[in-house]
């Protein structure tokens, strides 16, 4: 089955303390997303990446971090997280031959206190 | 950059009837695609219709229809025959062709079908 897998879907930690949040696709797909959404705000993307090894800013960037050494794998990252980065977090995927289409993962729900 | 605006945070409607969502963009770009992503209790977001901007006619899938109006950018999401499962969160969401496959929201608007 085609699909896109977010682990854990529901974490709560504590200021400061480092975090992974793990983006896993089985399509082969070349691109990759990462959006945080919040009320009234909509979805707004954090990262993106066109391919392994390359990466790129969206609209809302600052403290996270991405990589992507493989295909199908796309980890977000909070170094240092805040009570600001709660939110829900979904991971997309898609291909570029098929660009129109977006396939989201589950959500991560994350509660920063 | 783009924005996506919907402004109505929350609508009603009763089975089986029609209802109409808005959304309106703003773009100096000719060349793009809308869609409407639906996002039920599950929080999954699932795509429900999109419309290439170069196209006329307005998509539909089944029930879902858009009134497509480029000059003014608007882009309208007709629901007909509405069913308790319609019950979610709608997001419209602009793509540009010239800032990789990046979606931009809306803020949404939380569809309420009434038995």
């Known amino acids: 089955e085609a699909q896109v897998t977010q682990n854990p879907r529901y974490l709560i930690t504590v200021t400061g303390k480092k975090l992974t949040v793990t983006c896993s696709q089985n399509?082969?797909?070349?691109?990759m997303s990462w959006y945080r959404q919040d009320p009234g705000l909509g979805l707004r993307q954090i990262y993106y990446s066109m391919n392994v090894e390359v990466t790129d800013k969206g609209d809302v960037p600052e403290g996270y971090k991405v990589s992507r050494k493989e295909k199908r794998n796309f980890p977000l990252i909070l170094e240092s997280p805040s009570p600001n980065q709660t939110s829900l977090y979904f991971c997309a995927s898609s291909s570029t031959r098929a660009i129109y289409e977006q396939y989201f993962g589950p959500g991560t729900r994350l509660t920063v206190t | 950059a783009q924005t996506v605006t919907q402004s109505q945070p929350e609508m009603s409607v009763q089975e089986a009837e029609t209802v109409t969502l808005s959304c309106t963009y703003d773009t100096s770009e000719s060349d793009y695609y809308l869609f409407w992503y639906k996002q039920p209790p599950s929080r999954q977001m699932i795509l429900v219709i999109r419309q290439e901007a170069y196209k006329q006619q307005n998509a539909t899938e089944n029930r879902f229809s858009v009134n497509f109006q480029k000059a003014a950018k608007s882009f309208s999401l007709k629901i007909s025959d509405s069913q308790l499962g319609d019950a979610a969160m709608y997001f419209c969401?602009?793509?540009?062709?010239?800032?990789?496959?990046?979606?931009?929201f809306g803020g949404g608007t939380r569809l309420m079908v009434k038995p």
């Open positions: 969401a602009y793509r540009s062709l010239n800032a990789g496959n990046m979606l931009t």
């Open positions: 399509m082969n797909h070349e691109y």
